[in-house]
């Protein structure tokens, strides 16, 4: 963690040296753009499987698919899935002007995750498959962590009804999410 942290740190001193330097008028080229842009993915890669392996992180959702493939763009800081050790909560708020369930125009399930699985392809995909007990509900989680960056899916089938839905977003580790709670069920 804390090399991926000092290489950040790194490429950005690099950068503002270069930029002190007289180079600051010189543009960089569309390679140098594309490696550095390359290693901080890899390195938000390497962070995010790490959150994932320490069951700590947070899945800020910006987008997301309905069981018969309508797609709405939504508020990251409130859809989510947040995993906590044993515990998770899987919150979805659309921005409509009904309440919902948890006072946001969604729903939201806290409870204990039982069935933490990962696995990889050969691909260096990350998937990891988990199910959430609340008080009222459940649901099984299929989580997928793309090679390279911290940008992951989840499907959340709730066990009480067939309403699939796959949120699009980030994976971060807790201490660098922003999200709001709502009421939970």
């Known amino acids: 963690m804390r090399t991926i942290i000092t290489f950040i740190m790194f490429v ?7 930029a002190q330097n007289g180079t600051q008028d010189r543009k960089l080229s569309k390679k140098e753009r594309k490696l550095m842009e390359a290693r901080i993915d890899s390195a938000l890669n ?19 698919e309905f069981k018969r493939g309508y797609t709405a763009h939504v508020t990251a800081s409130t859809n989510f899935v947040a ?12 921005n409509v002007p009904v309440s919902g369930f ?17 696995t990889s392809d ?3 995909n ?19 962590l793309w090679k390279d960056a911290n940008k992951a899916t989840v499907s959340i089938q709730p066990n009480f009804n067939s309403n699939k839905l796959t949120l699009s977003g980030m994976l971060w580790k ?4 922003n ?5 939970t069920f």
Not at 12 to 18: D, E, G, I, T
Not at 48 to 64: G, L, M, P, R, S
Not at 174 to 177: A, K, L, V
Request: overall charge positive; glycine content about 12%; cysteine-free.
């Open 122 to 124: 050969k691909k260096g």
């Open 83 to 94: 995993v906590s050790g044993s515990n998770a909560i899987v919150q979805v708020a659309f």
């Open 12 to 18: 950005a001193a690099a950068y503002a040296a270069m």
């Open 174 to 177: 807790p201490e660098r999410s």
């Open 126 to 144: 990350t998937y990891v498959r988990l199910n959430v007990s609340g008080k009222g509900i459940s649901a099984q989680l299929f989580i997928s």
């Open 102 to 118: 948890n006072g946001l125009g969604g729903i939201t399930l806290e409870g204990i995750v039982t069935g933490y699985k990962v």
């Open 46 to 64: 390497a962070e995010a499987v790490q959150a994932i392996n320490d069951t700590a992180f947070t899945i800020e959702a910006d987008k997301v």
């Open 179 to 183: 999200i709001f709670k709502g009421t």
